[in-house]
């Protein structure tokens, strides 16, 4: 009933820039925390960023001062903007937002996952 869809990945030079975006539709009550992880093939899945409804963002440290994540609570958009990309930010992101709707109530929702591959 709820759905989390992620856009904006791509290929880019070490250096270059990307914009992820996260839409959430559905029978949507409340969203409240919202982020964003990402995973490698053999490695765990990372939390990236953390935006909560009240309260400050969470960054890893690997991307501290290069990336921001941002939420528009009108549209349930959740997004991430990457600078200074890394080799090593190469990775499948994955949406995550907690979210209370009509039918059962409250819980985790993950988005498919959208691809950024830093390479030259």
């Known amino acids: 009933q709820v759905q989390l869809v992620e856009s904006g990945g791509g290929l880019v030079q070490p250096g270059g820039s990307l914009r992820l975006s996260c839409a959430a539709s559905?029978?949507?009550?409340?969203?409240?925390?919202m982020a964003w992880y990402r995973q490698v093939p053999g490695k765990e899945r990372d939390l990236v960023a953390r935006?909560?409804?009240?309260?400050?963002?969470t960054y890893a440290d690997f991307v501290r001062g290069r990336f921001t994540i941002s939420r528009d609570n009108a549209k349930n958009t959740v997004n991430l903007q990457m600078n200074n990309l890394k080799p090593e930010d190469t990775a499948l992101y994955y949406c995550?937002?907690?979210?209370?709707?009509?039918?059962?109530?409250?819980?985790?929702?993950w988005g498919r996952g959208t691809q950024v591959t830093v390479s030259s």
């Open positions: 995550y937002a907690d979210i209370r709707h009509l039918g059962s109530g409250r819980r985790d929702f």
């Open positions: 559905g029978s949507i009550l409340t969203i409240y925390s």
């Open positions: 935006i909560p409804t009240r309260g400050t963002t």
